[in-house]
């Protein structure tokens, strides 16, 4: 298969549930904002790009924070969630396109982030189109949560276990032939060996959130993994869910302990 259809493949698997996604998924921690605003040297940024933006969750962070914020999604579903999610603020708009076509001016952008996205963009032409819409000195940062959050070890092996066998489905079905993911230990490298940046630099941050059985199992039916054996025919409970909600709900108990989300980052400075 072509990259093209690569592209095509990986946006349909994440057709049909933007709602879930939206709810469940983890919010960014704020001080991002502090950090990229601090490297691309400026106090408020006149344009902000999220690429892969999905149902808008790392798009309105920064809706004080920006003169304008434009996300780009492919995805009809999910750019109508976040155009819902988003009506309240005048400077954040969606727009339907690719990352490695924007349809963005040149050097028109400070910032432009991909939050757990990027390892479904082919990575030349997205670093390309990159460079492209950044201004001299501008950011790139790469944002990915580790899964599971740090939790417990019994709900965190939970977890693990039932995302492999949920693997396992998949690759045994042949259901993902039809997607190509790149590695997310890669994007530094990538980045790098791009030469599209004179500075990369990978940190982590951290974020707490509230967790319990419901949300562990909504994280999981956010999962395109699952929902992909969902479009294909499965029950939830030949997927296995209510044994994993049950399993969930001994886990976690009725006062559940605090999540910690780690995301990795990765910045470059073009």
Same mark, same amino acid.
């Given at each position: 298969?072509?990259?093209?259809?690569?592209?095509?493949?990986?946006? =349909?698997?994440? &057709?049909?549930? /933007? $709602?879930?996604?939206? !709810?469940? %998924?983890?919010?960014?921690?704020?001080?991002? *904002? #502090?950090?990229?605003?601090?490297?691309?040297?400026?106090?408020?940024?006149?344009?902000?790009?999220?690429?892969?933006?999905?149902?808008?969750?790392?798009?309105?962070?920064?809706?004080?924070?920006?003169?304008?914020?434009?996300?780009?999604?492919?995805?009809?579903?999910?750019?109508?969630?976040?155009?819902?999610?988003?009506?309240?603020?005048?400077?954040?708009?969606?727009?339907?396109?690719?990352?490695?076509?924007?349809?963005?001016?040149?050097?028109?952008?400070?910032?432009?982030?991909?939050?757990?996205?990027?390892?479904?963009? =082919?990575?030349? &032409?997205?670093? /390309? $189109?990159?460079?492209? !819409?950044? %201004?001299?000195?501008?950011?790139?940062?790469? *944002? #990915?949560?580790?899964?599971?959050?740090?939790?417990?070890?019994?709900?965190?092996?939970?977890?693990?276990?039932?995302?492999?066998?949920?693997?396992?489905?998949?690759?045994?079905?042949?259901?993902?032939?039809?997607?190509?993911?790149?590695?997310?230990?890669?994007?530094?490298?990538?980045?790098?060996?791009?030469?599209?940046?004179?500075?990369?630099?990978?940190?982590?941050?951290?974020?707490?959130?509230?967790?319990?059985?419901?949300?562990?199992?909504?994280?999981?039916?956010?999962?395109?993994?699952?929902?992909?054996?969902?479009?294909?025919?499965?029950?939830?409970?030949?997927?296995?869910?209510?044994?994993? %909600?049950?399993?969930?709900?001994?886990?976690?108990? #009725?006062?559940?302990?605090?999540?910690?989300?780690?995301?990795?980052?990765?910045?470059?400075?073009?």
């Amino acid at each position: 298969m072509s990259d093209s259809d690569y592209a095509e493949a990986n946006v =349909e698997r994440f &057709a049909g549930f /933007a $709602e879930l996604y939206d !709810v469940y %998924r983890p919010a960014l921690p704020p001080v991002i *904002i #502090d950090i990229l605003t601090q490297y691309a040297a400026v106090i408020r940024p006149h344009c902000v790009v999220d690429l892969g933006s999905g149902t808008g969750l790392s798009t309105r962070l920064w809706a004080e924070h920006a003169d304008s914020v434009i996300g780009i999604e492919p995805g009809e579903h999910m750019r109508h969630v976040a155009e819902a999610r988003s009506s309240a603020f005048a400077n954040i708009c969606y727009q339907s396109g690719w990352s490695s076509a924007t349809g963005l001016p040149d050097t028109c952008a400070d910032i432009v982030t991909a939050v757990q996205s990027l390892h479904w963009m =082919e990575p030349t &032409a997205t670093l /390309a $189109e990159v460079a492209r !819409v950044l %201004r001299q000195g501008g950011i790139f940062a790469v *944002i #990915d949560p580790d899964y599971p959050p740090v939790i417990s070890w019994e709900a965190e092996l939970l977890d693990q276990n039932f995302m492999i066998q949920v693997g396992k489905r998949l690759t045994d079905g042949g259901y993902d032939r039809d997607i190509k993911r790149w590695p997310r230990g890669e994007h530094l490298e990538r980045m790098q060996q791009s030469g599209h940046f004179r500075y990369t630099k990978s940190f982590a941050l951290h974020h707490v959130e509230p967790g319990d059985a419901d949300r562990m199992v909504g994280l999981a039916l956010s999962q395109a993994s699952v929902q992909t054996l969902l479009k294909n025919g499965f029950t939830q409970a030949q997927i296995g869910i209510p044994t994993f %909600r049950a399993a969930a709900e001994r886990v976690l108990g #009725d006062n559940p302990p605090p999540w910690y989300f780690t995301y990795r980052v990765h910045i470059g400075v073009k």
